[in-house]
C-alpha cells in the first residue's frame, strides 16, 4: 500500500470559499438590517396603537361632555330677548351626538383613502 499525503488530497478551492464566506456576509447583513426594520415597524405600531386608545379615551369622556354643552347652549339662547332671536335660528345642534358625528368622520375618511388607493 502505498502512502498519500493528506494534504495532496486536501485541494481547496479558495475562489469557492471566499466567495461563499462573502455571499454569506452578504445575506447576514441584509438580514440584520431587515431584523431592524422589522423592529422599528413593530415599535411604531405599538406606539400609534397606544395613542389610539388615548384618543379614543378622550373621545368618550368629552364627547358626552360637548354635547351637554350643545344643549345647555340652546336652553341659554331660547332665554334671550326676541332681538337675538335670529341668532338662535342659525345655531342648531346636530341631530346625532358627538360620539356619532366622530364615527361618520371617521368612517368617511376611511371610505376616501380607499378610493385614493385604488388603481385607476
Not at 332671536?85 to 368617511?108: N, Q, T, V
Request: charged share 25%; hydrophobic share 45%; aromatic share 4%.
Amino acid at each position: 500500500m502505498q502512502y498519500v499525503n493528506p494534504l495532496v488530497l486536501m485541494k481547496l478551492d479558495w475562489n469557492k470559499i471566499i466567495s461563499n464566506s462573502v455571499t454569506v456576509l452578504v445575506a447576514s447583513v441584509f438580514m440584520g438590517a431587515a431584523l431592524q426594520l422589522w423592529n422599528g415597524v413593530q415599535t411604531i405600531d405599538a406606539r400609534i396603537d397606544s395613542n389610539l386608545v388615548d384618543i379614543k379615551a378622550t373621545q368618550n369622556v368629552l364627547a358626552p361632555k360637548v354635547d351637554k354643552i350643545e344643549q345647555r347652549l340652546m336652553e341659554i339662547l331660547a332665554h334671550l330677548d326676541a332681538e337675538h332671536a335670529d341668532e338662535l335660528h342659525s345655531f342648531e345642534i346636530p341631530e346625532k351626538g358627538s360620539l356619532e358625528l366622530i364615527d361618520d368622520e371617521r368612517y368617511s375618511n376611511q371610505m376616501m383613502q380607499q378610493q385614493q388607493r385604488m388603481p385607476r
